[in-house]
Nanobody
Framework: QAQLVESGGGLVQAGGSLRLSCAAS????????MGWYRQAPGKQRELVAS???????NYGDSVKGRVTISRDNTENTVLLQMNSLKPEDTSVYFC?????????WGRGTQVTVSS
């Protein structure tokens, strides 16, 4: 029933920007914490950003100041605006929805930042 679909990934040069989108369906979107993790080959999964149902936000230290997470409850969509991208931001980015014991994941979208 629950489905998360990411879009917006791609190739960008260092210093550039990307906006990732995650469209949710099959869940009571307004009641979920939404967010993004990333995982590169051989590295641990890392929190990028999260946003609660009350619009409280949290950012990983490695991206703080360069990314902004937001949600549009009328569209059931969470956005991740990424600026000043660095080669170390290259990773697969996964959207998630979380409430209590329920966690749902998207399939991921590739972000590649060239030097």
């Amino acid at each position: 029933q629950a489905q998360l679909v990411e879009s917006g990934g791609g190739l960008v040069q260092a210093g550039g920007s990307l906006r990732l989108s995650c469209a949710a369906s099959g869940i009571a979107f307004n009641t979920f914490t939404m967010g993004w993790y990333r995982q590169a080959p051989g590295k641990q999964r890392e929190l990028v950003a999260s946003i609660t149902s009350g619009n409280g936000t949290n950012y990983g230290d490695s991206v703080k100041g360069r990314v902004t997470i937001s949600r549009d409850n009328t569209e059931n969509t969470v956005l991740l605006q990424m600026n000043s991208l660095k080669p170390e931001d290259t990773s697969v980015y996964f959207c998630y929805a979380r409430k209590l014991w329920n966690t749902y994941w998207g399939r991921g979208t590739q972000v590649t930042v060239s030097s």
